[in-house]
């Protein structure tokens, strides 16, 4: 009983949503079962592990002084998920603040009732006119009462311009270009990532629409996200890359809070590509979208941080030799990481400010602490610890070490080609490292600055000075 669809429903209820779903259990207008009633109050009771389920124990309370019946239970059991996953649906659908007053206006047009409809009409239309901080699904429900409206006007005046229609049909295409957009970005980024079958369709149309527009673009999620598809697509980036950051600058406050996030997410992944290039300038940009963001919690998502971005911040801030503040960073804000990635990550970040600030035996020990629960940082671990082996001259250790990291890195399914590739670059420069002459490092320096991506360029060169 306890492994059953219901059961999990249950448990993911905090207190104010269980006494919610009760209230709406005992409400006879969704509910006037008793033997549901009874069944919700003793799972009540066993809150909230649920631990101690009987099938026998809930019949005596469900249907008392009555035959034990398995298939009644069960019945009993369905109608309450049933009741729950509706409880669900309402909780989203109040959450909304515009569909509900969607349907009302349905509801009192169907029953004639002008002058309600028309006062909450003009109602709805301030309501959105006020929003602060439109996104895509604002511009879709405007869509939605105005091309209602449009359908209302067509009733009463058919032979009368329509001015509903545009409005409609002006909204529409606001929210079409910046989902279209979004999706469009998120699709060509995964790509870079892990290998996906995405087909990317009209793309060169709306570009090439959206570029000889960009002075009156009704939202400015549409050029932020066209400025995206560019430094995603295009080979040299670097003024739409200023265009985006006057962009985030200008228009802030407009941007919805799923936008604004999205934006800085992409920001900073293109700093991060520009630097994995060699381009330090990108450095310092980045590390400054992350100060932004994180004073912000812009990049919060629940509260929480990605263990990708951390891992990042610190990165960078090493980079630029802020070494105490990166150890400051780790200590205090391992917190804001979901609870499975805690211990991993502040790990792994302590020894690589351990690793970078010369402490290579610290280094190790916080390394044999990692589980490498993600790919990435499973990785960039294993690329430290041949950093260490080589410093080390642990030739041996090395040796065995660069042959694992290929065979994990050729096996991996969920690597992006660019991600194997560029560590398969790290792999066989190191191994040239180790049996080139020193006489002819110069030599090498030259082969390994053309090479294109290459992680731990900088440290491969540092061995050589």
Known sequence: MHKSKLIELLSSLDNREFRSLQQLVTSPYFNRNPEVMRLLDWLSSMRPDFSGLERNAAMSAVFPGEPADDARLNHTMSFLLKLAEEWIALEQYEKDPYVPKQWMLRGLNERGLDK????????ARRAMAAERRPGSHHYYQKFALEIYEAERFVQRS?????????????????????????????????????????????????????????????????????????LLSKPQADADFDALKRLLGESSERFSL???????????????????????????????????????????????????????????????????????????????????????????????????????????????????????????????????????????ALDSALHAFETYLRRNKLLAENTRAGYLNFTSALKKLLRTPVSKWPQLRTELGQIRILPAREWLMKMME
């Not at 606001?174 to 995405?198: D, G």
């Not at 400054?288 to 263990?307: A, C, D, N, W």
């Not at 294993?382 to 030739?395: G, P, R, T, V």
């Open 116 to 123: 309600h409809y028309e006062f909450h009409l003009e109602r």
């Open 158 to 230: 058919p032979r009368q311009f329509n001015e509903n229609v545009q409005t409609a049909t002006d909204n529409l295409d606001t929210f079409y270009l910046i989902e279209k957009l979004r999706r469009t970005c998120y699709m060509y980024a995964s790509q870079a990532v892990v290998a996906t079958p995405y087909q990317l369709q009209l793309v060169e149309e709306i570009c090439r629409f959206v570029g000889n527009h960009l002075t009156d673009l009704p939202s400015p999620a549409i050029e932020a996200y066209y400025r995206i598809f560019q």
């Open 258 to 396: 799923e936008d604004q996030a999205d934006i800085y997410q992409y920001a900073i992944n293109f700093c991060n590509i520009q630097i994995m290039h060699g381009r330090e300038t990108y450095e310092e940009e980045a590390f400054q979208l992350y100060l932004t963001t994180l004073e912000s919690g812009i990049l919060l998502v629940s509260g929480k941080l990605s263990p990708w971005h951390f891992k990042n911040m610190i990165n960078l801030a090493l980079r630029l030799h802020r070494f105490e503040w990166a150890e400051t960073f780790i200590a205090s804000n391992t917190r804001l990481l979901a609870q499975e990635f805690q211990q991993d990550a502040l790990h792994f970040n302590l020894a690589l400010v351990y690793y970078t600030t010369g402490r290579l035996d610290e280094a190790m020990n916080h390394l044999q602490m990692v589980e490498f629960t993600d790919v990435h940082y499973s990785i960039s671990a294993k690329a430290m610890l041949c950093q260490i082996f080589y410093q080390k001259d642990q030739y041996d």
